[in-house]
C-alpha cells in the first residue's frame, strides 16, 4: 500500500511562506543535510511528489540554471493553469486528490507519495484519506502572517521527536478530521 507523507518546514507560528510566499526565514536557518530527517532519507522512500501551483512556481524562481530538484521521481502539480513543463518528469493536473489516486499510487510504483506542499493541498490530501503522515521541521522564526502550514482542522498524534541543528522536528500520525 502506497503511504502519504506532507515533510515540510514552518515557522513557530505556523507559516510556510510569508506574505509575499518567500522562503527567506527558512534558507537563512542552519542544518545539518546528514542530520534526522534528512531530505536524502525521504528520497530514498518517494517515487512521486505532488505540489500545488504556488510551490512548483516558486522552485522555478529559484532554480535559475540549476536542474530539476527531483528527476528521478515523477512530479504531479496540481493546478488549473497552463506552467511551463520545465523537466520530463512533471505532469500538471487538475482536480481533487481523490481523482488522481489510482494515477498517483501507479507512478510511485510500490514507493511513497510525498505532499510537497503547500498547507492547502496537504489538507485536501488528508481529507480525502490520502495523508498517512506529516513531518514538520520547526524553524526558530516567527513571521506573524503568511501561508498557513495545514489547512481544516484535523487531530495528529505525534510519533517522534529530533533536533536537527536550528530545527526541532516532530512526526506525526494522520489521525483523522477534528469531530
Do not use: C, K
Not at 486528490?97 to 488528508?126: S, T
Not at 495545514?150 to 506525526?172: C, M, V
Amino acid at each position: 500500500m502506497t503511504s502519504y507523507i506532507y515533510y515540510t518546514a514552518t515557522t513557530l507560528d505556523g507559516f510556510l511562506a510569508d506574505p509575499n510566499d518567500s522562503l527567506d526565514w527558512l534558507m537563512t536557518q542552519p542544518i545539518d543535510n546528514d542530520g534526522p530527517f534528512a531530505i536524502a532519507d525521504l528520497m530514498a522512500t518517494v517515487g512521486v511528489t505532488v505540489m500545488g501551483s504556488t510551490t512548483y512556481e516558486w522552485l522555478l524562481r529559484h532554480l535559475g540554471d540549476d536542474p530539476w530538484p527531483y528527476p528521478e521521481q515523477r512530479t504531479f502539480v496540481f493546478t488549473h493553469r497552463d506552467l511551463a513543463v520545465v523537466h520530463p518528469s512533471i505532469e500538471l493536473i487538475a482536480g481533487t486528490p481523490a481523482e488522481h489516486r489510482a494515477r498517483i499510487e501507479e507512478a510511485a510504483d510500490d514507493l511513497g507519495v510525498w505532499v510537497v506542499g503547500g498547507g492547502h493541498l496537504a489538507a485536501q490530501f488528508a481529507s480525502a484519506g490520502m495523508l498517512d503522515e506529516m513531518v514538520v521541521s520547526y524553524a526558530p522564526v516567527v513571521l506573524g502572517a503568511g501561508r498557513p502550514l495545514f489547512t481544516g482542522q484535523f487531530d495528529f498524534e505525534l510519533l517522534e521527536t529530533a533536533q536537527n541543528r536550528a530545527f526541532l522536528i516532530g512526526r506525526y500520525r494522520v489521525v483523522g478530521p477534528r469531530g
